[in-house]
Nanobody, 111 residues
Framework: VQVEESGGGLVQPGGSLRLSCVAAGSIEHYTMAWYRQPPGKQRDFVASIHSTGSTYLVDSVKGRFFISRENDKNTVYLQMNSLKPEDTAVYYC???????YGQGTQVTVSS
């Protein structure tokens, strides 16, 4: 499923952003995931949302990030609150395990 990520930007520590991932086709039956790649590092898994709506987030973002989906809009969201400088990365989405990403969206957390 081809996807396009958006919503990134420059934000101060403690700020919030909401990322969107719009798919070219239906995501209704897929588990969708967000990943991120900090500068000079590998891409890592951040969060996933099953077709049933159940979610999983890595410990480093639990309580700060929230993943949601709107199947009728073929869209997955990542609400990011209480952002920290270490959240700086390019964020990507994909069907879980498919590794088919868009161009990503840059998130920079800096004062």
């Amino acid at each position: 499923v081809q996807v396009e990520e958006s919503g990134g930007g420059l934000v101060q520590p403690g700020g919030s952003l909401r990322l969107s991932c719009v798919a070219a086709g239906s995501i209704e039956h897929y588990t969708m995931a967000w990943y991120r790649q900090p500068p000079g590092k590998q891409r890592d898994f951040v969060a996933s949302i099953h077709s049933t709506g159940s979610t999983y987030l890595v410990d480093s973002v639990k309580g700060r990030f929230f993943i949601s989906r709107e199947n009728d809009k073929n869209t997955v969201y990542l609400q990011m609150n209480s952002l920290k400088p270490e959240d700086t990365a390019v964020y990507y989405c994909s069907v879980l395990g498919r590794n088919q990403y868009g161009q990503g969206t840059q998130v920079t957390v800096s004062s």
